[in-house]
């Protein structure tokens, strides 16, 4: 649990954003874990707070004490529809990678929806997330538990190299899905993390056009209409974008990995949910 060393009232955050009671929309991610967990309905709110709490434990994150890191609004997103088709087309080679993944509920989705586990990656900075992502969908020994890769590593250690345990991902990858990840970090510390997911991305095979096999990365994250840094409830600095300082600050990462990325914002109101992940 953190303590007071790290700046901050421990049980003050927990007031403003540990919930006691499952969210309304919890119906997706329960027929999620009956379905592909196969764990009895009646079983599911004790299951998933004896989760959540161990999580918790490890770090207090909004996203954590809120219940937000069983969300699977990601579904609805067109690009994610878009990585499904191709990672599900016959023959397909394609590869997917969940950046910051925590306990991996997009990767067990995929694989929910008939993507073969061995070409699903996951990376995150806390090993305890990944090993509770294990024990929420009791897959541990299941095709996924199995076949899928799942990497413990930060992506700004060591300046533009990261850690060295990333580079099993170099030169793998075909989509990344980054959602409330850049939103944590300075403008700076994006371009590192930027810089380093662009090495995970493969070579577009022969013979794939731009929109069937081209590298892509999409997800959510907090934004701003008057782009500006900020800093969060625990003093870290951070940057909001809108679409134009994220196209520049993806046009700055091209220039300097020699790539050339097209980027397309939709921006929406969303009330309540700030960038403190």
Same mark, same amino acid.
């Given at each position: 649990?953190?303590?007071?060393?790290?700046? /901050?009232?421990?049980?003050?955050?927990?007031?403003?954003?540990?919930?006691?009671?499952?969210?309304?929309?919890?119906?997706?991610?329960?027929?999620?874990?009956?379905?592909?967990?196969?764990?009895?309905?009646?079983?599911?709110?004790?299951?998933?707070?004896?989760?959540?709490?161990?999580?918790?434990?490890?770090?207090? /994150?909004?996203?954590?004490?809120?219940?937000?890191?069983?969300?699977?609004?990601?579904?609805?997103?067109?690009? /994610?529809?878009?990585?499904?088709?191709?990672?599900?087309?016959?023959?397909?080679?394609?590869?997917?990678?969940?950046?910051?993944?925590?306990?991996?509920?997009?990767?067990?989705?995929?694989?929910?929806?008939?993507?073969?586990?061995?070409?699903?990656?996951?990376?995150?900075?806390?090993?305890?997330?990944?090993?509770?992502?294990?024990?929420?969908?009791?897959?541990?020994?299941?095709?996924?538990?199995?076949?899928?890769?799942?990497?413990?590593?930060?992506?700004?250690?060591?300046?533009?190299?990261?850690?060295?345990?990333?580079?099993?991902?170099?030169?793998?990858?075909?989509?990344?899905?980054?959602?409330?990840?850049?939103?944590?970090?300075?403008?700076?510390?994006?371009?590192?993390?930027?810089?380093?997911?662009?090495?995970?991305?493969?070579?577009?095979?022969?013979?794939?056009?731009?929109?069937?096999?081209?590298?892509?990365?999409?997800?959510?994250?907090?934004?701003?209409?008057?782009?500006?840094?900020?800093?969060?409830?625990?003093?870290?600095?951070?940057?909001?974008?809108?679409?134009?300082?994220?196209?520049?600050?993806?046009?700055?990462?091209?220039?300097?990995?020699?790539?050339?990325?097209?980027?397309?914002?939709?921006?929406?109101?969303?009330?309540?949910?700030?960038?403190?992940?």
């Amino acid at each position: 649990m953190a303590d007071n060393k790290e700046g /901050y009232d421990p049980e003050e955050i927990k007031a403003k954003i540990y919930h006691a009671e499952l969210p309304y929309d919890i119906g997706p991610i329960q027929q999620l874990l009956e379905e592909y967990s196969g764990i009895p309905a009646e079983e599911v709110s004790a299951h998933i707070h004896a989760i959540r709490d161990r999580m918790w434990a490890v770090k207090p /994150y909004v996203c954590i004490g809120s219940f937000r890191f069983l969300s699977l609004a990601f579904v609805d997103n067109p690009h /994610y529809q878009t990585s499904l088709a191709r990672l599900r087309a016959p023959g397909s080679t394609a590869t997917f990678l969940d950046m910051a993944c925590c306990v991996g509920q997009v990767l067990r989705h995929l694989a929910w929806s008939g993507v073969d586990p061995s070409r699903l990656y996951g990376a995150d900075l806390e090993r305890p997330f990944i090993e509770a992502g294990y024990d929420l969908f009791r897959d541990r020994n299941a095709s996924l538990g199995k076949q899928a890769t799942f990497v413990v590593g930060d992506a700004l250690a060591g300046g533009n190299g990261g850690d060295p345990v990333l580079e099993v991902l170099d030169g793998k990858i075909s989509i990344v899905h980054a959602s409330a990840f850049f939103h944590l970090f300075t403008w700076q510390d994006q371009v590192v993390a930027a810089k380093r997911i662009v090495r995970f991305f493969r070579e577009q095979p022969s013979g794939e056009d731009e929109d069937e096999g081209g590298a892509m990365i999409f997800g959510r994250q907090a934004a701003s209409t008057s782009p500006r840094e900020l800093t969060g409830v625990r003093g870290e600095r951070r940057f909001l974008h809108d679409a134009a300082t994220w196209r520049r600050m993806w046009d700055e990462v091209g220039e300097a990995t020699g790539t050339r990325w097209r980027t397309e914002v939709e921006m929406e109101d969303v009330v309540g949910q700030g960038p403190d992940e």
